[in-house]
């Protein structure tokens, strides 16, 4: 039995040798479908990898009182113009949300551009510089690198110290420690009490390349009119999460001056329901790449057809000679599929190379978390594998009811 197969290997390997240009062909329509699958789902996976590993970070035991919701945020179709959460709004919550075993973080970005200073060196004026408190660090999944992070003297008492994104290391201080030393922003000077963990872009937004200031010592620089802040609670206890953000909707409310009857004019995030949002809509991008794959599959599966329809007709003599010797219906009709599925293999190989080396290629440019996309492999050797089958079907069936004596006489 496994001479015959190795047999029908060899015959099918010297007949895709004897029909190069149009094997090369076919498995590079098989491989153009397989790449479109498995570059898609790499590239959808590494984005989905990236931005719930930013959202995660800040743990499910968290969310955020905004300005706007996350749904008016992204689509930015707004009714109503919601007041900014001003300063006085965070210093009320702070002073009236007690609920028990959580923290409350609050901050502000006081800019975008700003130009940080260490003696003769500089940074180009697009770092961002954030005003926090004590708890800013922990509720948004930070870690630190080097050094310590603000404790609630540094708050309180409007010290001049600040705390560095990594990118800071190898750009402003040129690999020296920067623990203890003292940058410039605006002409203010802020001794460097920590440094913190790489963490990455986000669609072009570097994260790393960023200030945190005491936020009081923020305030007497930015000083812009309507400042929006942010207010994130953690919650120790995941169980108490839904009672907790109930409360801090009543505290806020409450704080707004909000009637029972009025609807909320401030919106509530949690990080997990952004996580589910954005699993949804890869799945969207998923699914998108499913029909176009199979599309693209299913044009490669003609192809295929077709050439072993061909293959038949070119090789009638071959067929009769060997059933004359003896060779079986069924054994004609096992060389065509052993053929046809070697061709599909080959095109599965190709594609799934090429989807690894483009999803690898986008993760790279996007700076986005890459991981190979084992499921879309296997997914593409199943596909390529039932495609072969199903394209040499009906090429084999007709091979094997060719009559010996018919195709012998075959010109």
């Known amino acids: 039995m496994f001479g015959l197969l190795r047999e029908n290997i060899r015959i099918a390997l010297d007949s895709i040798r004897t029909q190069l240009l149009r094997t090369i062909l076919t498995v590079l329509i098989i491989g153009i479908g397989v790449f479109a699958l498995v570059m898609i789902l790499s590239a959808v996976k590494s984005l989905e990898n990236t931005i719930t590993g930013d959202f995660a970070s800040m743990g499910s035991n968290t969310f955020s009182l905004q300005r706007y919701d996350f749904e008016i945020q992204r689509s930015g179709e707004r009714e109503k113009v919601n007041p900014v959460i001003s300063y006085r709004d965070i210093k009320q919550f702070e002073d009236t949300y007690n609920f028990p075993l959580t923290k409350t973080a609050v901050s502000f970005t006081g800019t975008v551009g700003a130009e940080v200073k260490y003696e003769s060196n500089k940074t180009d004026p697009e770092v961002q510089v954030l005003g926090v408190n004590e708890n800013y660090i922990d509720n948004s999944g930070l870690k630190l690198q080097l050094g310590r992070e603000f404790n609630v003297f540094d708050i309180g008492n409007n010290n001049n110290v600040c705390v560095l994104g990594s990118d800071f290391l190898k750009g402003l201080f040129k690999d020296e420690n920067p623990i203890d030393k003292t940058i410039s922003i605006r002409?203010?000077?802020?001794?460097?009490?920590?440094?913190?963990?790489?963490?990455?872009?986000?669609?072009?937004?570097?994260?790393?390349?960023?200030?945190?200031?005491?936020?009081?010592?923020?305030?007497?620089?930015?000083?812009?009119?309507?400042?929006?802040?942010?207010?994130?609670?953690?919650?120790?206890?995941?169980?108490?999460?839904?009672?907790?953000?109930?409360?801090?909707?009543?505290?806020?409310?409450?704080?707004?001056?909000?009637?029972?009857?009025?609807?909320?004019?401030?919106?509530?995030?949690?990080?997990?329901?952004?996580?589910?949002?954005?699993?949804?809509?890869?799945?969207?991008?998923?699914?998108?790449?499913?029909?176009?794959?199979?599309?693209?599959?299913?044009?490669?599966?003609?192809?295929?057809?077709?050439i072993m329809l061909v293959s038949v007709t070119e090789r009638t003599r071959e067929i009769g000679?060997?059933?004359?010797?003896?060779?079986?219906?069924?054994?004609?009709?096992?060389?065509?599929?052993?053929?046809?599925?070697?061709?599909?293999?080959?095109?599965?190989?190709?594609?799934?190379?090429?989807?690894?080396?483009?999803?690898?290629?986008?993760?790279?440019?996007?700076?986005?978390?890459?991981?190979?996309?084992?499921?879309?492999?296997?997914?593409?050797?199943?596909?390529?594998?039932?495609?072969?089958?199903?394209?040499?079907?009906y090429p084999a069936a007709k091979a094997a009811k060719l009559d010996p004596i018919e195709s012998l006489r075959y010109e």
Not at 188 to 200: D, N, Q, S, T
Not at 231 to 255: G, W
Not at 272 to 295: C, M, P
């Open 187 to 306: 002409g203010a000077k802020f001794k460097v009490i920590g440094v913190l963990e790489e963490k990455g872009s986000t669609f072009g937004n570097n994260q790393d390349l960023r200030v945190l200031l005491p936020i009081q010592s923020a305030r007497s620089i930015f000083t812009q009119p309507n400042i929006n802040y942010n207010i994130s609670v953690m919650v120790d206890n995941a169980e108490m999460l839904d009672i907790a953000q109930e409360e801090a909707i009543i505290t806020f409310r409450n704080i707004r001056g909000l009637s029972p009857l009025e609807e909320s004019n401030f919106g509530m995030v949690r990080s997990d329901d952004l996580i589910n949002r954005i699993t949804s809509i890869t799945g969207y991008l998923e699914a998108a790449a499913w029909i176009i794959s199979i599309i693209t599959i299913f044009g490669s599966s003609i192809a295929l057809m077709n």
């Open 321 to 393: 000679v060997r059933k004359s010797l003896g060779a079986k219906s069924k054994t004609i009709a096992n060389q065509f599929i052993i053929e046809t599925v070697l061709i599909g293999q080959l095109g599965g190989l190709l594609g799934i190379f090429l989807g690894i080396v483009g999803g690898y290629l986008f993760a790279l440019a996007l700076k986005f978390d890459y991981s190979l996309p084992w499921a879309a492999m296997i997914a593409a050797t199943i596909i390529s594998f039932v495609v072969a089958v199903i394209a040499g079907s």
